[in-house]
């Protein structure tokens, strides 16, 4: 299927709804990390107290389908298909999921701030969505302006990861940009008709997401006292 004028206009229409970009709803840009007096059961076991194992199933759950999601939402896009749409639906409930998880832990302004902050976690999707388009168009130019957002959301991004949980900024931000890169290369491949590599590609973009929350998740148990 071609990836037709439409079909783009399609494309940054749903970025511009809101389903993907929401940074003008934000109501704090600050990276508030403050962390809560308690920790609730992280939407996941109510009434129970998390425990380090629940947050690691959890966070690798939601960053695992972060990453598919954000693959078949660019996939979508770039070949014109008419069920991008309800996937970009499905890849922004994802990350609602994500920052109410965030939420849950460092208070409700920390999940806002996670979401729709500047160069946060929407924000993100937004500069794939634009690479996307612009991959479609042969914009070089569109191109580099995306991965440029995409390589100032590691840093900017990986500081906020870095506040709230302690971890080394470095670490977090070296790990966010493999994982832009794989997000990146998956849709090259995938555009350029190789999908056999494409697949492989996908397929250690989905593997690296567990590695994030694994890393995400054991410095959250040992700051919160988690067995």
Known sequence: M???????????????????VAGALATSTKPSVTPSSSMPGMHMKAGAAMTAADLRVLLDKQLGEHAALAMNATNAGYSGSPAFGSIAKQLDANSVALSKSIGSIYGAPAGNTFLNGKFMWRDHIRFFVAYTVALAKHDKAGQAKAVAGLKTYTVKFGDFLAGATGLPAATLQNDLLVHVLELKAQLDVFAGHKYAKAAALYHDSYDHMFMTGDLLAGAIAKQKGLS
């Not at 071609?2 to 993907?20: D, Y």
């Open 2 to 20: 071609s990836f037709t004028r439409t079909t783009i206009s399609a494309i940054v229409a749903v970025a511009a709804s809101g389903l993907l």
